[in-house]
């Protein structure tokens, strides 16, 4: 009984661990740019000095869902989303690239331009520095061009220009940040193909019937799970009693 007892006890477990991963995406699903978690179980049959009878239960997150969400019209200025495939190049905080798929971005009382996370937003050159200014605009490109204090409506000065890159999703993968990274921890090079749309932020991508009709599922089998823990528990308990009469 034991052995069953065990098998049990790792299915709820991991069956637990699963749950979490759905819960966080539904948590998301304001988010704006969040890109939703995949899970999935498999079995790990156990080996040892006899043939693998048994198999155990094994959660794991194996990729990230990299589909685009929709785009909601926000109108303001500093508000960008990627048009297509792509992402915005951001400083982490241990000063290494990380990238996101939609910005609301401000300019801090320094001038650094920083998206909605508080992360610096990189150019040519580095994390981009705005002067003082009247007005910014933000081609599609990534360029920043800006009405300096004082100039005219039609004089307009180009700043920086934001890094835009398009890698190979297959090398890209989700920090604990929440944010994204290449899995070999070098900088993507910039894509000049690669588009944005100020005005506008990109949703999040969490489907919120799927999210809670996997989360059902998943209380249903760990209600199946502590159940086979009871039926084991009943089980020795009345070969204990047999024992005793014996």
Do not use: C, W
């Not at 239960?57 to 109108?75: H, I, L, V, Y």
């Not at 005219?152 to 000065?157: E, I, L």
């Not at 990274?181 to 193909?193: E, F, L, R, Y």
């Amino acid at each position: 009984m034991d052995k069953m007892l065990y098998v049990a006890m790792t299915g709820a477990s991991q069956n637990a661990l699963a749950q979490k991963a759905h819960a966080n995406n539904l948590a998301n699903i304001s988010t704006s740019g969040f890109q939703r978690d995949l899970e999935q179980a498999r079995s790990m049959p156990v080996f040892g000095d006899s043939f693998p009878a048994r198999a155990y239960a094994m959660t794991e997150r194996p990729a990230t869902d990299f589909s685009p969400g929709s785009m909601q019209e926000t109108g303001r200025d500093l508000d960008i989303a990627i048009g297509g495939d792509g992402f915005i190049a951001v400083q982490a905080p241990d000063g290494s690239e990380a990238y996101v798929r939609t910005a609301s971005l401000n300019i801090d009382g320094l001038g650094v331009l920083r998206a909605g996370n508080g992360m610096p937003v990189m150019g040519n050159g580095g994390p981009i520095a705005v002067p003082p200014e009247q007005k910014v605009e933000i081609g599609q490109d990534g360029t920043i061009s800006i009405r300096a204090m004082g100039e005219g409506p039609r004089v307009m000065a180009e700043v920086d220009r934001i890094k835009l890159v398009n890698p190979d999703l297959k090398t890209m993968t989700k920090g604990l940040d929440g944010m994204i990274h290449t899995k070999s921890g070098q900088p993507a090079p910039a894509d000049a193909n690669v588009q944005v749309v100020s005005g506008f932020l990109e949703s999040s991508n969490v489907n919120a019937v799927e999210e809670m009709t996997s989360v059902l599922a998943l209380s249903r089998q760990f209600e199946l799970h502590i159940k086979m823990m009871t039926t084991a528990k009943e089980g020795d308990e009345a070969m204990a009693r047999v024992l005793q009469i014996g």
